[in-house]
């Protein structure tokens, strides 16, 4: 399938400050935050659509793993290419990426551990790092490895991406020798220490999970070395907003990030 991925991020953008896509202020700020960058004159960042185009179009040749769909290759919804096109296709003059940490809540039922596990192949094998260091974190090895076990089997059904890229598998990582680098379940219940990581990307699953920021400011301090590092929670809404979920929409400031210039942070509800 070759879509036009940045057309499709435009479109979805458009339908939803339109009010043809029903949706809440924080995606309708969201959206109309990526139509007004677009036309900004002197803005220090730029859509790379190659670079956009690279990451949807990797995801979509993954395979669904699981129910009915379960061979077929992915294809992705809407909202999920726009925040595909946001996350990977904006970079600034060096062409890094301009966000760096992500926070993504989404209904359950919405293929959440699919995308994971793809962003989380897509940036193990595909994302030109040496060396990478991957995670899916969460509280417990459990949930840490729901995320990591859909991704171990996409590889197991996808010899492409054995192939082209030299991913394999073992019990307790997915790897790519080539580039020494590698992907793994990580959880504050495993034991051992989690400090002395040189994280390049983490998949925080299920934030509203986390009763305290421990295993995130960890992951956050460890991305340190890294150019462009990607720090991603995706989550559903959970009920303690008291804790991390609600803790970190708070004082990441999602609300005002939407409505400002700050360019640092995506924040899509």
Request: overall charge neutral; aromatic content about 10%.
């Amino acid at each position: 399938m070759n879509r036009d991925y940045l057309a499709v991020a435009n479109e979805y953008a458009e339908q939803i400050l339109s009010d043809t896509i029903p949706a809440c202020r924080y995606v309708q700020q969201a959206c109309q935050r990526f139509i007004d960058d677009l036309s900004r004159e002197d803005f220090a960042y730029t859509i790379d659509p190659a670079k956009a185009h690279r990451a949807c179009q990797f995801i979509e040749l993954m395979p669904h793993i699981k129910g009915k769909w379960s061979g077929k290759s992915i294809i992705l919804e809407p909202w999920q290419v726009f925040l595909l096109v946001n996350v990977f296709g904006w970079v600034d003059s060096k062409g890094l990426r301009r966000f760096k940490t992500i926070y993504t809540e989404v209904p359950r039922k919405n293929a959440k551990s699919t995308l994971s596990s793809g962003v989380a192949l897509y940036l193990l094998s595909a994302d030109a790092e040496a060396g990478a260091e991957v995670y899916s974190a969460a509280t417990t090895r459990d949930q840490a490895r729901i995320v990591f076990a859909d991704a171990k089997r996409m590889v197991e059904r996808s010899e492409g991406l054995r192939r082209r890229f030299g991913v394999g598998t073992s019990a307790h990582a997915i790897y790519v020798e080539d580039s020494a680098s590698s992907f793994k379940a990580l959880s504050r219940d495993q034991g051992g220490n989690l400090d002395g990581l040189n994280i390049h990307a983490a998949i925080v699953d299920e934030l509203h999970a986390h009763k305290t920021r421990d295993v995130w400011d960890v992951i956050e301090t460890a991305t340190g070395a890294r150019e462009q590092p990607l720090l991603w929670a995706i989550t559903t809404a959970g009920f303690n907003r008291s804790g991390m979920n609600g803790t970190y929409f708070s004082f990441l400031g999602c609300p005002f990030i939407l409505t400002s210039s700050l360019a640092a942070c995506l924040c899509l509800m």
